[in-house]
């Protein structure tokens, strides 16, 4: 059997791709606001129930961009438990990231951690909806609405996410999803800020071109975050196989669900029943009740071609960099970084293969290496 991985992209037919690439072509041109951006934002917009989207290179220009848009200054009180991207764009825009520790049920900012951290120099909440299960956005609004704090979500996992029947991405200042090759929803890589209303559009659209107004006209020491036409294409493309997909990707969440929820040492993922989930990753957390620690099964499954990946340890607070930033207790986010293990989910994942993977949790002991 072939190896597995923890994801592979989403890829539509390469045929239907070639008339899009033909028309990039004949149209010469390749980047800067053409006619496959435009219309990929407005499909997307459309797509995901958002006002107004603009899309990007990739996920962290996007959120590097955000904070640029919001001008937030000082500390932003942020997750440990996420890819380093998120706190990496804070240290890139001079912002000192403070940590506060998650709610284990759902790895995402537990919000009553975040009151004790606010100091005068707070400017900013940046909560990640991590796996794509919602933060608790609620709450997380109460507390930035009392100090007077911004709200930017990474929701580089929560494409196509719903609460109560409305797209997560609605919450906050602004939000940014993530369209890499490893994401539910690809432009091979890629990225997009989402936000309210059209100005705020308007100022994303200027500093992610350098600033430029107009030919002449520079208002702002703005980046490169642009998204060119082929991505633009690809993701027009990738739009018409996203609903397919998120089926699939269900189907394989409820069989996993179904083979390892009585399985003593193991807790699944618990997605509220309010939540349209996107199924982007399968976590598992290992107990000392189940026969072999987290790594040894991480290391009995490499052996054995599956490679399931430990998202998210180390946690960004333990990276050298960060060190110096921790502040307060991170005691469940250290614990759920220890017994973590993303097992391999994405919409090729066949069920031959998946019964592999089942049968190497549940057969933990066998073969000796636990
Ligand atoms: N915020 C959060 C919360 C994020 O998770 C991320 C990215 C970002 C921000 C930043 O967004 P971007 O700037 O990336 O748009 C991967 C991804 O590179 C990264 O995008 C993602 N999060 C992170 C969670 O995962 P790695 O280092 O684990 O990827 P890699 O190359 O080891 O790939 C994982 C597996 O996927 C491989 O073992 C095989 C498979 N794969 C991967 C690629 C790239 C393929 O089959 N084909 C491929 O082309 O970081």
């Known amino acids: 059997m072939k190896n597995i991985y923890v994801n592979r992209p989403l890829l539509p037919p390469l045929e239907e791709f070639v008339p899009y690439l033909e028309k990039i072509w004949d149209n010469k ?131 196509g996410v719903k609460k109560e029947g409305v797209s997560i991405l609605n919450h906050g200042d602004l939000s940014i999803l993530s369209f890499h090759a490893t994401k539910v929803f690809n432009t091979i890589e890629g990225g997009a800020i989402i936000c309210p209303d059209e100005k705020t559009k308007k100022w994303i659209d200027y500093l992610k071109n350098f600033g430029f107004t107009d ?64 199924y982007a990753y399968f976590p598992i957390f290992i107990d000392n009740r189940y026969p072999c620690s987290r790594d040894a099964l991480y290391n009995k499954m490499k052996a054995a071609g599956v490679f399931a990946r430990r998202y998210f340890y180390p946690l960004i607070s333990d990276f050298p960099m960060y060190k110096m930033h921790k502040r307060g207790d991170l005691s469940e986010s250290v614990s759920i970084a220890n017994s973590v293990l993303c097992i391999p989910i994405y919409p090729d994942l066949e069920i031959e293969e998946q019964e592999k993977i089942i049968s190497l949790i549940k057969n933990a002991t066998a073969g000796g290496l636990c």
Not at 106 to 111: G, R
Not at 224 to 253: P, T
């Open 29 to 159: 041109w390749l980047t800067n606001n053409g006619p496959f951006h435009q219309q990929f934002e407005q499909q997307l917009a459309d797509y995901l129930g958002v006002k107004y989207i603009s899309v990007f290179s990739n996920g962290t220009l996007a959120l590097l961009t955000a904070l640029q848009v919001l001008r937030i200054t000082g500390e932003v009180i942020t997750t440990p438990y996420s890819f380093v991207a998120t706190s990496h764009t804070l240290l890139w825009n001079g912002l000192t990231p403070v940590f506060a520790d998650i709610d284990p049920k759902t790895c995402n900012i537990n919000p009553e951690k975040i009151e004790q951290l606010i100091t005068s120099a707070t400017s900013a909440i940046l909560p990640v909806h991590c796996y794509g299960i919602p933060a608790d956005v609620e709450r997380i609004q109460q507390i930035a609405d009392i100090y007077g704090l911004k709200v930017i979500y990474d929701a580089a996992h929560a494409f």
């Open 215 to 278: 030919e002449v006209t520079v208002v702002a020491p703005g980046i490169n975050g642009k998204m060119n036409e082929v991505q633009s294409a690809f993701g027009l493309l990738q739009l018409q196989y996203i609903d397919k997909a998120l089926e699939l990707r269900k189907s394989i969440s409820e069989r996993y669900c179904h083979a390892l929820s009585d399985i003593e040492g193991i807790r699944i993922v618990d997605v509220p029943d309010n939540v349209e989930w996107n």
